[in-house]
């Protein structure tokens, strides 16, 4: 029924007057066929909602850029190495912007559960995340680096799977840019920083090191925090000192960060960009909602 003429051109006038449509999920069907036409998931309707809530949100003309997830580097074509995170954290900051009226570029290794009105690009190593935020910074007001980035990569890829040998393995690995470091311009700059010892004093070092505008800082290892935890407890490291939250949902975390760098954006114009993608059509006010 999705794909019939009929519909397809009633959903084009709809759209046409600004009415928002959210497309229906593919999947088995209540007929027992395979198609298009499920319910799509509550968290996706609720994005539309948020999304469609956020137009005059504090954040709204600002163009943000979130990293998330753990890089992989690849050894051969079956292994790679790669760390625990599991992106939750860098999700949520990116849905926390979008949920405040900006425009998000989420560049990501894992598969968020929802990415309503962000642009998505998904990458792999730690080379592919550099390119994809060096391509997506022009313009940008903030870049938040929440990915955990791989500091090596094997110096050499096997273009076939390594058979088992000897009882030993050595291998050789080169360090990765630093994607973060190297990222300098007129936009606000967040890292993160996942320790499991002297939590604040390596966090300002990585703040004074990297000349950043904000440091998250959380202990890994501990329960309910870090890692694969749908909670974080986080230390906010800043010029201005250090603001220690209790344990949060990673969104109520992030809504807290954004908190943190919003009225450092109110004396900044928000910047030109040329090549972004045009805003939403607007919709009536007072009419036709999500």
């Known amino acids: 029924m999705w794909e019939h003429a009929a519909t397809r051109r009633n959903v084009a006038t709809l759209r046409a007057r600004g009415v928002t449509v959210v497309e229906p ?3 088995r069907l209540a007929s027992g066929a395979w198609g298009t036409g499920r319910l799509p998931e509550v968290e996706v309707l609720l ?8 137009r005059h949100g504090d954040l709204a003309g600002r163009r943000v850029v979130v990293t998330a997830g753990g890089t ?3 050894l051969d074509p079956v292994r790679h190495l790669t760390n625990r995170s599991s992106g939750k954290m860098g999700h949520a900051v990116a849905a926390a912007a979008r949920d405040r009226g900006a425009r998000v570029t989420l ?4 598969t968020p559960v929802e990415a309503v009105g962000m642009e998505v690009r998904r990458v792999e ?3 592919e995340m550099q390119q994809a935020v060096q391509e997506a910074l022009p313009g940008a007001d903030v870049l938040v680096m929440a990915a955990a980035v791989a500091d090596y990569r094997p110096a050499r890829i096997s273009p076939t799977k390594v058979k088992k040998g000897p009882a030993r393995w050595t291998l050789e690995l080169v360090r990765n840019p630093d994607i973060l470091e190297e990222a300098r311009g007129p936009f606000l700059r967040v890292g993160f920083a996942a320790e499991t010892e002297d939590l604040v004093a390596r966090a300002r070092e990585k703040l004074r090191r990297k000349a950043l505008d904000l440091v998250v800082a959380n202990l890994v290892g501990v329960p309910d925090s870090g890692f694969e935890a749908d909670t974080n407890r986080v230390t906010l490291v800043s010029p ?3 603001e220690e939250l209790p344990l949060l949902p990673k ?3 992030a809504y807290r960060l954004w908190d943190r760098l919003v009225p450092r954006l109110a004396a900044r114009p928000p910047l030109p960009h040329p ?3 045009p805003d939403p059509p607007p919709r009536p006010e007072g009419g036709t909602g999500p």
Do not use: K
Not at 47 to 54: E, T
Not at 107 to 110: D, E, L, R
């Open 275 to 277: 090549d972004a993608p």
């Open 47 to 54: 994005g539309h909602v948020r999304w469609a809530l956020a």
């Open 240 to 242: 201005e000192g250090e």
């Open 25 to 27: 999920a593919s999947g």
């Open 107 to 110: 560049i990501t290794t894992a």
């Open 251 to 253: 969104l109520q975390v």
């Open 72 to 74: 992989r580097e690849p």
């Open 125 to 127: 190593t730690a080379l």
